[in-house]
């Protein structure tokens, strides 16, 4: 195939305008026509899969997480690297209208540099490739600077890049058997032609319905940044209390002890993330109350605010997992809201909803007991980031987040289990789940190889609300060794604990197992995360190097 399409590129003369024009003037016009319009059909095809590209890139990115948009972050990288003249120069010219113009421009290069990879892709298998290998390197080297380096983060500008050489590939791949055909008969010409056509009209169609998709997706959510980055959030009336410096033991390979947003693991049946307008947000509490409340997120900044670290975790998280995080939240009391609406006797359960219809059903003692339950607007210091449920959801200490942690919240039913279930209990999963006394082992990771002598075990035990009295080690199947137990932030929030061991060489198994401050030690029986919450006790085998 590709020495037939080299030879026929040879016969037809240069890519380009004009050449041999003379010796092919009686020959019937698709024969004709095809070589003149080779390189600009080229450039078309060149557009088109970088246009299939981009939208490939922003359509993940709505899915997944708006601050993985490689246009956004490759515009933002531009913003920040212009000199602050040329700034003001391009804010005068454009006044507000100075996004759209940088958009405009980068939409401008971005077909430029694609229509030469469509032409340079004709005339050498991949050298359009290798262009559009540069735009996703590009896009990947500007979400880095913006985003955290996650999986998720290397992948998806490299996807979209994939995306468009594919289609590169094919378009170019058809562009040249029409010249082939072109040089053998107009039939085969003007069948080739078509399919040519229909390819690039297809890819263009499709690029441009996912284009307007993601134009919608994009302009929610930057619309929802912006709202988040005007937000100035009060100080809390109560602040948190300081971290104890001796709980954290700052071990290599231990999990830090408040979690950073971005390293926060993140949970929900959300497609696309929810945007929600702080501006037309409220919170109704409704059902079976003396009076219907609303609250405006206005209203909400002006309460009395509690900061507390509450560390969450997640019903799936199997033993061992790592869907469990503590971050310092600010919000406003449930118990406090509820009690404006007065929930009526009889009532035992408050079924929140998010924006986007998901339902978590908490028990209404958990909510009006005097736990810090909060109606969160801030995650460490910051607005809540978009994926963690922007602006305001509920963090409750003690339950697993499916029963509790509704991101995006905009109501609170009061109501009672007979007559309503949250979104996962239909689904196999309890109605109640109060979290698990657990613990894990992070250092040494399972399946190291350590050196012989002193080895530091280490991890983490949390039983939120209640609170870790104990953590113990054992051996190969040995008697329970008392590790050192760090001193908590709360009872709300996880515990670090470590153990130094001599250990000569040879194969060992590792366990571990907390014990809560009534002296509840956790269910040592394996079992999976459905319907309430894994138990058993982590387990890692270390292989000890003399
Ligand atoms: N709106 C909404 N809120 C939700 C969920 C969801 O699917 N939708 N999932 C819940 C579950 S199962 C968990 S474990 C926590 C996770 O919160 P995070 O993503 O901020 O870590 O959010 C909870 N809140
Ligand atoms: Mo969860």
């Not at 509820?338 to 929140?352: E, I, K, N, T």
């Amino acid at each position: 195939m590709l020495e037939i399409v080299k030879s026929s590129r040879e016969k037809g003369g240069a890519d380009d305008d004009g050449a041999g024009q003379g010796e092919r003037a009686e020959v019937p016009v698709p024969h004709q026509s095809v070589p003149r319009a080779g390189a600009r059909w080229a450039a078309a095809a060149g557009i088109t899969a970088a246009a299939g590209g981009v939208v490939a890139g922003e359509l993940l990115a709505g899915f997944a997480s708006p601050s993985l948009s490689p246009l956004t972050a490759v515009g933002g990288a531009i913003i920040d690297a212009v000199p602050p003249g040329i700034k003001d120069w391009a804010v005068s010219l454009f006044g507000t209208s100075d996004k759209a113009a940088l958009l405009v421009g980068m939409a401008l290069v971005i077909a430029g540099l694609a229509a030469l990879a469509g032409v340079l892709e004709r005339r050498r298998r991949f050298a359009g490739a290798a262009v559009m290998g540069i735009f996703g390197l590009t896009g990947l080297a500007a979400v880095l600077t913006r985003s955290q380096v996650t999986p998720l983060a290397l992948l998806l500008p490299l996807l979209a890049a994939a995306a468009a050489v594919v289609l590169l590939r094919l378009l170019v791949r058809q562009l040249q058997a029409w010249e082939d055909a072109s040089s053998a008969s107009p039939a085969a010409a003007a069948v080739s032609r078509r399919c040519f056509l229909q390819a690039l009209g297809v890819g263009a169609g499709v690029a441009a319905v996912g284009g307007v998709l993601a134009g919608i997706w994009r302009s929610a959510a930057i619309a929802a940044s912006e709202a988040r980055a005007r937000i100035v959030l009060p100080g809390p009336a109560s602040p948190a209390p300081l971290v104890p410096p001796a709980a954290e033991s700052g071990l290599a390979g231990m999990p830090a002890l408040v979690t950073p947003n971005p390293d926060f693991y993140r949970i929900d049946t959300a497609l696309v993330v929810p945007t929600v307008n702080p501006d037309t947000w409220s919170l109704r509490v409704t059902g079976m109350v003396a009076r219907d409340v609303e609250l405006s997120f206005a209203d909400l900044l002006q309460k009395p605010l509690l900061e507390r670290h509450i560390t969450i975790a997640c019903v799936s998280n199997e033993v061992g997992g790592d869907l469990i995080g503590n971050a310092r939240w600010l919000g406003w009391p449930v118990r406090e809201l509820l009690a404006l609406a007065v929930p009526q006797p009889g009532a035992d359960m408050v079924l929140s909803r998010s924006a986007d219809g998901w339902t978590a059903g908490t028990p209404l003692d958990v909510l009006t007991d005097d736990r810090d339950t909060l109606l969160a607007v801030g995650m460490n210091g910051a607005p809540l980031p978009l994926e963690h449920g922007f602006p305001v959801r509920l963090v409750v200490p003690g339950l697993y987040g499916y029963v509790s942690a509704t991101k995006w919240v905009t109501e609170l039913k009061v109501t009672r289990f007979a007559d309503d279930a949250g979104y996962w209990t239909p689904r196999g999963w309890s109605a109640r789940g109060p979290i698990k006394t657990s613990s894990r082992i992070d250092v040494p990771r399972s399946g190291r190889a350590v050196s012989a002598g002193t080895v530091v075990l280490a991890g983490i035990a949390w039983a939120q609300h209640t609170g870790i009295r104990s953590v113990e080690v054992r051996i190969n199947r040995g008697p329970w060794r008392e590790a050192e137990l760090a001193t908590g932030i709360s009872v709300d929030t996880w515990y670090q604990w470590k153990l130094a061991v001599d250990l000569t060489p040879g194969q060992y198994e590792i366990q571990v197992r907390a014990t809560n401050v009534n002296g509840e030690p956790q269910d040592e029986t394996a079992r999976p995360p459905a319907p309430d919450g894994a138990t058993g006790f982590h387990t890692v085998r270390v292989d000890v190097k003399s």
